[in-house]
Every structure is written in C-alpha cells, then in structure tokens.
C-alpha cells in the first residue's frame, strides 16, 4: 500500500493514530520507546543495573554485567500486570482498564573460571555466556473516550477527501466505506457529495491493544582481575502489536434528523523481528565504587502490518448498512535510535547498594524504509526529523540485605520524546521489592507503578484533544537456581 496519507502534525501529538492504515512516525516511536522490564529484582530496583551487573536483565541495557556472574544461573519471571486509562473529552470523564499475564523473563548464564590460583597475577579470570529473553515493552492497554460534540463529526474528513472523486475511485479503506454504508452520497454529479448530517452527537472511541517487545539476547562476557569487566550482546527483539479500535458517533437523545449511529471499527496487527548489537564495560574504581558504560547500535527491524476497516451506519428512516474493507497487507524496515548509557554505583559491603543510570536516546534519528519501493516514507521520515527529539531517562535504585532477605526500591524518569510545545509523554515510574536468597536458590518479588499523560485526538480537525492519562502496574515473580 502506497503511504500517500500521512498523519498530520495533529496527530502526531497522539498516543495512537486515527489512520491506520499506513505505516508513519508514531509505529517509529511505538517501536523505540523501551521500558525495562526484566528480573523482579531489576523491575524493582527501577532497572538501575547497568553498574551493579550479575542480573539477567542488565543484558539488554550493559552486556558487562555478564562478566559480575561468579556462578552459573537460570531464572524465569512471569508477571501480572494491570493498566487503568482515565480519560477527559469535551468536559467527560472516563476510564478503563485491561489485565494481563506474561513473562518478563527467561534466560541461563554459564560462568566459568579460567584464572590461574595466584590471585595476584593480572590476568582474565572468568569467562560467561547468557542466553535468554527480556520483555523490553509492553503493550497491553485499554482506554475508552467519550464526549458530546456539537462542532463537527469525522464525516467532515471524508467529505473532503471524496469531493472531486467519482465514485468508482473512492478509496477502499476510507471513503468507498462511508459511500456504500450511506454516510457519503452524491449529490447532481458523481463526483459531488453530501455527508449524512452535519455534527451534533456523542463521540465514543474504544482502543484495545496487547503484544509487547521481547528480547533473545545471546551475551558473551569477560572479567579481568576481577577490575575491569567487558561483555557484548547480541539482541533479536521480537515485535507483536494488536489493536483494536471501535468509534461511534451516537444520536443519544434522538435530536439529529435521519441519523441514529455511525461505526468504524480498525484492526491492526504488527510482527516482525530486528537486530542489534551492544557492548558496554564496568570498572571497579574501589570495593565500594563502580562506573559503567554502554552502547547500543540501532536496532535494525523487519516489519510486517495487516490492517482491516469495517464500517456500519444506522440512518433513521433509511436502514442499517454495513461494509468491510480488503485486507491490506504491507512489508517495510525501521531503524530505531542507537542510545549511550553510563551509570555509577555505590556498593556498601555486602550490606547494600545505590545505583543510578543515564540513557541517552535521539528519537528524531528513527527511519522507516520500504523493502520494493523508494521515496514513499519522506513524509513520515521528515515529521519524525521535525517534531521528535533527543530525550533522557534516568534509572536510580537501592537495595539492603539482611540475610538472606532484602528490599529494595527504585525510580525511573523517561523523558518526552518530542519537541517543546507538541506533547509530553513524560513517563514516571516508582518500584519495589523484596526477596530472599540462598547459595543454590533465590525468590524475588518485584511491584512497577507507572504514570504518564498525553493529549489524544480522536480524528484529524477534530475540535479538541482528550486528556489521556495511564496507570500500569506490575507484579513480577522472579525463580532463580544457581549451579
């Protein structure tokens, strides 16, 4: 499918867009804002572990911390998480929420000892390969707007995109739909139309998305007189995005003539698979300081989406009708930001620990590109130039033993991704959690509580934004066995 029809600035200040029926700069965004996830420790400690090493997560963010393992390990978390969505429009407030069960985690590491028994001797003294899988987003969600509109109706979009086109050469995603179900009708010729009333009715839109982004990783790491720490992780994300989204508009108290309801319901699906390379050190400055650093590539994806539109109509006096457009289909590439992260921790015997991170990430460096096809994304490709920017996300964490307990705790701050004055997805994040450890065994607990606020328009030219504003939480459950 040719992308002719972009998103407009408008929409770009969504958290979902109206079309979506063509590949544009908000699947870029989806696709490079990456939240860590993980290990319950790592959840719990707001994924501040670039510095501390010796967590499976820290894979996906510092691959030295493969080179902290002393010993061989596997672990596995499966989380529940929950996500509420309170939404404002045109002076209504609603809300919904979503459930969902997945795993954050599975992975192995295998630790050797390759030193000599002169421990004073510089030399390498362990070599360890991980394999496994991170979640590094999550994308389940529901959110529901509502709100009464007595200035316009999405029918003012249609009508002027079909004006001047026959009516043979609609296009079948969009106006061909609103023809066949009557919402368009010509009017003295075939290429003249009327829209089947003029505004004045309550505007409801319900959005359902699940999937998220899992990461194989397959890290290989190095530790030199237990000083200086060095590992590279090869990573294969995996993409899975579903969403659903049903807007009606709705004569509830019956005062538009010859018209009850309009419906559009999209289903979209994306999957497809990338690739990347990270490599990063820590050194041990003393026993008790660390610094770190670390360097992703950009990640390198193959993308394909499904798309479908159905749309109903139920006009007063004339029937219900009903039409379902073809399913489209469209194959493309995107190349997310490459992101730089340096950390610093504190480590208190083995009493305890504070961690904090840096990441650095410019999302106006996010291409799409057609695999058959040149030229097509210059729109997508220049409102992502003009209206993203660089951002920066810290990551702080702390946890005390009393063994073989701990608790632990973490903040994490996402900086909005766009330019001043578009929107702000300013994302804040508050963690905790507990866990109990032995020389074979541990248990950890992990809890995630997540806000954000965004503006969200229902359809190009609509009159005003809705206030949307998520809640996620999560439970993570971390088993892990050491051999």
Known sequence: MKTTAKISLIILTTLLSFTLLAQNEVDALRYSKLTQFGTARNISMGGAFSTLGADFSALSTNPASIAVYKKSEFTFSPGLGYTSTESKYLGKTT???KYNFNFTNIGMVFAGNIGSKDTDKPEWKGIQFGIGVNRLQNFNNRTLVEGFNNLGTILDIYHASAQ??????LGVFDTQLAFNTYLLDTLGSSTNYIQAYPGGATQRKMITTTGGIDEMVMTLGGNYNDKFYIGATIGIPFVSYNEISTYQEIDEDNSVADFNSLTITDEVSTTGAGVNLKVGMIYRVTDWVRVSGAFHIPTFYSLTDEWQRKMDSDLEGMGSYSDKSPIGRFDYSLMTPMRLIGGVAFVIANRGSVT????HIDYSTSRL????????????????????TKAGNIRVGTEWVFSPFSIRGGYALYGNPFKSGLNDQTEQIISGGIGIRDKHYFIDFGYLYST????????????EAASVAPTKQMFVCTVGFKF
């Open 164 to 169: 001047g086109t026959h009516y043979d050469q």
């Open 356 to 359: 904090a991170e840096y990441e």
């Open 369 to 388: 590109r057609e695999k058959n096809i040149s030229g097509s994304f210059f729109d997508a490709n220049d409102n992502i130039r003009n209206n993203y």
């Open 95 to 97: 809300d919904d929420f």
């Open 452 to 463: 954000s606020k965004s503006d969200y328009f229902l359809y190009p030219q609509v009159v």
